[in-house]
C-alpha cells in the first residue's frame, strides 16, 4: 500500500471546525488509508455503548453506578429530571454564591472582602481547578486562589506563608466527595489549627463541595460553614471539572463559567457524530488505538507550546492513565493497558529531552498543542523581522518537522487562544477520547482499584508507625535496635519499613524519638526522650 503524502495527505486529513474553534491534524501519523475502514465495524460497537452510557446505563460495573460527566455541561441529557433539576440549581447556587462575594455581601469573620480561595483537595479534586487558575489568571482576577494537593506539611506552610495576613480574608474550599480522602482531611485540619491559632472561626471562612451525607458534608453542617456545594457519586474526580469542583474557583476568579460550559457542550455534540471522520474525539482516540496496537504501553508526549497550558499535561496524566491504565479489562482477563503520558511545555522542555526523542527509543507520539493567538498586546519585532510568537510557533513547526525526518510520529491541535470556550473544548475532546479508546479496548475507564489499594498500604504504615511509637512510649528511656523493635510488636520480616518509619521519627522532633548514633546506620538504637 502507498500512503499518501505532503500537501495531499495533510488536506486528506486535516480536521478543522470553525464553530468549535478547533483543528486536528493526524497526518504525521503513519497509518494507511484503510485503517479508518478497518475500524468501521469496532466504531459502531463504540457509539452504541456511548449512546448508553449518555442514556444512564451503568457504566462503572465494578460500583454498580452511572457516569454522567457529559451531563454536567448538558443537563437536559441527564435520564431522570430531578437530575436535570439539581445541575442546573448547582449553577445557579454557584453565581449567587460568587455574585454576594464579589459584592461584598459575603465576609470574613472580621467584616473584611474575600481577596483570595484556598483550595484543599488532590488529585481531580486539585487539577483541574489548578490548570484552570493558571491558564486563564490575570491582573482582573476578583480573587486570587491558592492550592493545598498534598500531605507535605512543608508545602503547606509555603502556601500559608503566601497568604500571610490575609487569611480573614481567605475563602476555603474543601473538596473530597467521600470526604475521607486522607491527604484532604489533613490539609483542612492543618489550616483549621491555623485559623485558630489566629482566632479566628474557621467555619466563617469554609467552604464545602462534597457527596450529599459524606463525612465532609456532615462536619461542615457541624461547623456551620458557608456553603456546601453537591458533587455526585456518578461524576469520577478526573471528569468533576465542570461541576462545583471546577465551576466554583472560576467564578471565583471572576471567569465567565457559562463560556467554559458552552465550548464543552459544543464538542460533545460534535463528539457524538457517528460519521468518526469528522468526529474529532473518535479521530484522536483511534490514533491512540493505531499508535499502541490496541495493547496500550505506549507513550505519548503532550507538547503544549504556551505557559498558560503548563498544567496541561498534568491534568491529562490523571485523566488519560487513571483511566486506561488497568490490569484487567470488562471480562476480567488481565491485559495490563495504558497510555502513558508525559507533560511538558514546548518550547522550554524540549532543550532537555528533544534529544532522546529524536535519538532514544521510538516508543512515543507527540501532541502538540499549538495557540495562535500570542498575546493581548501588539508584540515588537525582536529580530529577523519576527516577534517573539513568531519564533514560538517556527520552534514548534521545526520540532515536527525534526521528528518526522527522523520517523517519530505526532499528532497536532490548534487552538485560536486560550480561552475559557476553548479550554472547555480542550478537556471534552480528551474526556471523550478516553471513553472511545476505552470502549475500543473493553476497559472500565471510571474506576480506580489500584488507588483505593495504594490509600489502604498508606493507614496500614500509619497503624505501624502507632505501634511503634506505643512501645517507645511504654518505656520511656530504653533503647531498642530495629530488630528489637519488630520482634516486640510482632513484625518480624518488616525491619525495612520499621527503619524508614523510625528515621522519618527521629528528623522530627515533635515525635520526642531520638537515636543513639552508630557508625552502622542499622545497629543505632531508638528511645523515648519524653518532655
Known sequence: MIIIQG???????????KELQLALDISRMKFYPEYFREMEHAMKGVFSGLAELEKGAIANPDENRMVGHYWLRNPQLAPRLELTQEIEDTWEEILAFVEKVHQGKLLGEKGKVFRNYLLIGIGGSSLGP?????????????????????TDPDGMDQILEEIGNELDQTLCLVVSKSGGTIETYNG???????????GLNFGRHAVAITEKGSKLDLLSQRGNWLKVFPMWDWVGGRTSVFSAVGLLPLALQGIPIQSFL??????????????????????????????????????????????RLELL?????????????????????????????????????????????????????????????????KSPLIGENSTSGDYLQAMLLGTRDALSQKGRESITITIPEVSPYSLGV????????VSIYALLVGLNPYHQPAVEMGKKVAREVISLKNQIQDLLM?????????????????????????????????????????????????KRRFYFKGS
Not at 482582573?140 to 491558592?146: A, M, R, S, T, W
Not at 483549621?192 to 489566629?198: F, L, N, T, V
Not at 479489562?329 to 526523542?357: I, P, R, W
Not at 531498642?480 to 528515621?503: D, M
Open 313 to 377: 499535561g498534568k491534568y491529562l496524566q490523571q485523566l488519560i492513565m487513571e483511566s486506561l491504565g488497568k490490569e484487567k479489562n470488562l471480562q476480567g482477563e488481565t491485559v495490563h493497558q495504558g497510555l502513558t503520558v508525559y507533560g511538558n511545555k514546548g518550547s522550554t522542555d524540549q532543550h532537555s529531552y528533544l534529544q532522546q526523542l529524536l535519538e532514544g527509543p521510538n516508543n512515543f507520539f507527540v501532541t502538540f498543542i499549538e495557540v495562535l493567538k500570542d498575546r493581548n498586546k
Open 262 to 307: 458552552d465550548g464543552a457542550r459544543k464538542c460533545d455534540e460534535e463528539t457524538r457524530r457517528q460519521d468518526y471522520r469528522v468526529n474529532p474525539g473518535a479521530i484522536l482516540a483511534l490514533m491512540w488505538y493505531y499508535a499502541t496496537q490496541g495493547q496500550g504501553g505506549k507513550e505519548m508526549v503532550v507538547l503544549p507550546y504556551k505557559d
Open 474 to 522: 511504654s518505656q520511656e528511656g530504653v533503647s531498642f535496635t530495629i530488630e528489637e523493635i519488630a520482634a516486640q510488636i510482632r513484625e518480624e520480616g518488616n525491619e525495612e519499613k520499621v527503619f524508614r518509619i523510625l528515621w522519618h521519627l527521629v528528623s522530627n522532633p515533635d515525635h520526642q524519638v531520638e537515636v543513639e548514633e552508630n557508625e552502622d546506620i542499622f
Open 7 to 17: 500537501w495531499e495527505r495533510f488536506r486528506e486529513l486535516f480536521y478543522y471546525h
Open 188 to 198: 483542612m485540619l492543618e489550616v483549621q489549627s491555623i485559623y485558630r491559632e489566629q
Open 426 to 433: 480542550l478537556i471534552a475532546l480528551f474526556e471523550r477520547a
Open 130 to 150: 489548578r490548570f484552570l487558575r493558571t491558564a486563564l489568571s490575570s491582573s482582573q482576577d476578583k480573587l486570587k486562589g491558592y492550592f493545598i494537593d498534598n
